[in-house]
């Protein structure tokens, strides 16, 4: 897996039916300043990540070019706060409460390939955001 800005890279995990899953991820430079940066999903089939949002920072928004998916999160996170979307459960919290109708837009997903990511907030200060994301390998 790469990622222009640099990959993470997990450890390979074996499920119960033999399929390999490899955990991964991506993490962002600051803020709206961040902006777009070219995720290689080496998957077989479709991805959805879990996107983690660390205060503070206000409306962070998640776009994924390739899919035209875009995800929207209203409202302020504070530096002791943790936003956490779950794209294929469709879930958001903040420090563990539901706050998913504060989300609005497409649950992102990525597609076999490079995927060209864009994240912005309202405040160009604010720390980088995570993407983790598993795919299927093998």
């Known amino acids: 897996?790469?990622?222009?800005?640099?990959?993470?890279?997990?450890?390979?995990?074996?499920?119960?039916?033999g399929v390999v899953w490899d955990s991964v991820g991506a993490t962002w430079e600051e803020g709206s300043g961040g902006g777009p940066t070219t995720v290689m999903v080496d998957s077989?089939?479709?991805?959805?990540?879990?996107w983690r949002i660390t205060g503070p920072t206000t409306n962070p928004q998640l776009a994924v070019v390739q899919t035209g998916t875009i995800l929207s999160y209203t409202g302020s996170i504070t530096s002791s706060q943790v936003l956490e979307i779950d794209m294929i459960n469709q879930t958001?919290?903040?420090?563990?409460?539901?706050?998913?109708?504060?989300?609005?837009?497409?649950?992102?997903?990525?597609?076999p390939g490079n995927n060209r990511v864009v994240y912005t907030t309202d405040n160009p200060d604010a720390p980088p955001s995570t993407i983790l994301w598993q795919e299927v390998v093998g």
């Open 92 to 111: 958001a919290t903040l420090n563990g409460v539901s706050v998913v109708g504060n989300v609005s837009g497409d649950w992102i997903y990525f597609k």
């Open 1 to 17: 897996v790469n990622v222009s800005t640099g990959a993470i890279q997990g450890g390979l995990i074996w499920d119960e039916t």
């Open 44 to 50: 077989v089939d479709l991805v959805y990540p879990i």
